[in-house]
């Protein structure tokens, strides 16, 4: 089972900030929070991952809670070729680094 | 530059036949996964291995062998295909360590008669 919950579906009117939280209130000291997308069916695209601080690339931010249970992916400026199934994973930082997919949040940017 | 290849795109074939699915990755990684999305779009690993060593075989079929010649290739044979098989396959690689992205391929869908 997947250690994660998201929504299952999402809107974003287009140039609109998108927001996409994740629950993962089991997660252990030494596990990542891991974003990915997958548009249409191509193989799922790396966005971005962090530990406990906050972290934001040229995709995205990522917000982390204090307490680490649960983080938000934030797309500045929302894009319709942001329109994607968007996963949260959290991983462990040693070992097997197995990824378990949920059922991810399907976003939907509207023009 | 693909980072991450998979031949062929698409296979159609009927039940009972053997294939395989190759994967070659040009990013110097050393660890590469197989991965099944099936029709309802579960996303699920299937194996890992790091440095040509298996590291992760979750409950699949015997039916299903992984190989692994060198760091950058991990092909995927299938004896005795089932309609259940049909599916969309991810080959990923990534570097080995906590900390690192996988990089996914473009995927293979299998389709089974």
């Known amino acids: 089972d997947a250690k994660t919950t998201q929504p299952p579906s999402m809107d974003c009117a287009e140039g609109r900030a998108a927001n996409l939280p994740c629950n993962h209130s089991t997660i252990s000291g030494n596990e990542y929070v891991y974003w990915y997308r997958q548009i249409h069916s191509q193989g799922p695209q790396y966005i971005i991952h962090g530990l406990k601080n906050n972290e934001t690339n040229e995709m995205a931010s990522l917000i982390i809670t204090e307490d680490r249970k649960s983080s938000t992916l934030i797309l500045p400026h929302a894009t319709l070729r942001d329109t994607a199934v968007y996963y949260c994973i959290v991983s462990p930082s040693s070992g097997t680094y197995k990824y378990i997919f949920g059922t991810g949040t399907r976003l939907k940017v509207l023009a | 530059d693909t980072a991450v290849s998979q031949t062929p795109k698409y296979l159609v074939t009927q039940m009972g036949n053997d294939k395989s699915i190759k994967c070659e990755q040009n990013?110097?990684?050393?660890?590469m996964y197989w991965y099944k999305q099936d029709s309802k779009k579960f996303l699920k690993i299937m194996f890992s291995?790091?440095?040509?060593?298996?590291?992760i075989n979750e409950t699949v079929p015997n039916r299903f062998s992984p190989k692994s010649p060198d760091k950058a290739h991990l092909n995927l044979h299938i004896n005795s295909l089932e309609l259940g098989d049909s599916a969309v396959y991810f080959c990923?690689?990534?570097?080995?360590?906590?900390?690192?992205?996988?990089?996914f391929g473009p995927g293979t869908r299998l389709t089974v008669t």
């Open positions: 291995y790091n440095n040509k060593e298996l590291i």
């Open positions: 990013l110097g990684h050393d660890t």
């Open positions: 990923a690689s990534s570097l080995s360590g906590g900390n690192h992205e996988q990089y």
